[in-house]
């Protein structure tokens, strides 16, 4: 396969009201875009068409290696089971044999730098490690194409400065290809190989930049603040404001 990610003219209408309209977005395999874009622009949208939760109206949208795993902003772990019943979940639906999903638990932990974690609840862990562990689950699905709806909105900064560092890590680690949704300009910058604007109604590409800032890139960056910077420019032209 060529690409890991491919949407040719994906476009998505309910009830009549069009929310993506001539979507072109084309993933390498490995490779890491941020798509950044103002409130109802579509971008939540996309990753729901692209990790098949919504099939486009128009269009086609091809994942090879079948369904994505998907992260959202809120961990959504289950609260009666442990940090480890969490990831073995995914595995038992992945069709791993039980006997396999401890040891596969447990390196997934030690993955996310967790690896006393197993047997803690979710109310007994801080937001940042709850983070952690659905990352943790989100790859038990075994998928090499990672989507990624804000999943640090609602972290502290000094948390998600430090999983941003994880992240990157992981992804490097583990070959992903990852497609992360956010509001957060400079996280965008510093994340992604390339970073997508959306904008309109409905919901559509405008622009793209390649980000060729060595990693790993620290939040007070010069490179980093001044293409975020550029990027922001772009964003507040395309909302009116």
């Known amino acids: 396969m060529t690409f890991a990610v491919s949407l040719s003219g994906a476009g998505l209408a309910v009830d009549g009201h069009s929310i993506l309209r001539d979507v072109e977005l084309h993933l390498a395999p490995g490779e890491f875009v941020c798509v950044v874009g103002g409130s109802g622009c579509g971008k939540s949208s996309l990753l729901n068409v692209v990790s098949g939760l919504d099939a486009p109206t128009a269009g086609r949208v091809r994942v090879p290696g079948g369904r994505p795993a998907l ?16 990831i073995e979940f995914a595995l038992g639906l992945r069709g791993v044999p039980r006997p396999e ?34 990352l943790a689950r989100a790859l038990a699905q075994g998928s090499d194409v990672l989507l990624m709806d804000e999943p640090f909105a609602a972290l502290d900064a000094i948390t998600r400065d430090v999983l941003h560092e994880e992240l990157t890590r992981v992804w490097g680690e583990r070959k992903l290809t990852v497609l992360f949704v956010t509001h957060n300009v400079r996280e965008a910058v510093r994340l992604g190989q390339r970073v997508v604007l959306m904008a309109g109604s409905p919901g559509r590409i405008v622009r793209a930049w390649d980000v060729g800032i ?8 010069a490179e980093v603040s001044a293409l975020a910077g550029e990027i922001t420019r772009r964003l507040r ?3 009116g404001e």
Do not use: C, K
């Open 101 to 134: 999903w401890r040891a596969e638990a447990e390196e997934l932990l030690r993955l996310v730098r967790l690896p006393d974690a197993y047997g803690r609840r979710v109310h007994e862990m801080s937001g940042g490690m709850r983070q952690r562990v659905a």
């Open 71 to 86: 992260m959202f902003q809120e961990h959504a772990l289950f609260p009666w089971l442990t940090a480890g019943g969490n």
């Open 214 to 221: 060595p990693y790993p890139r620290p939040a007070d960056d």
């Open 237 to 239: 032209e395309e909302i």
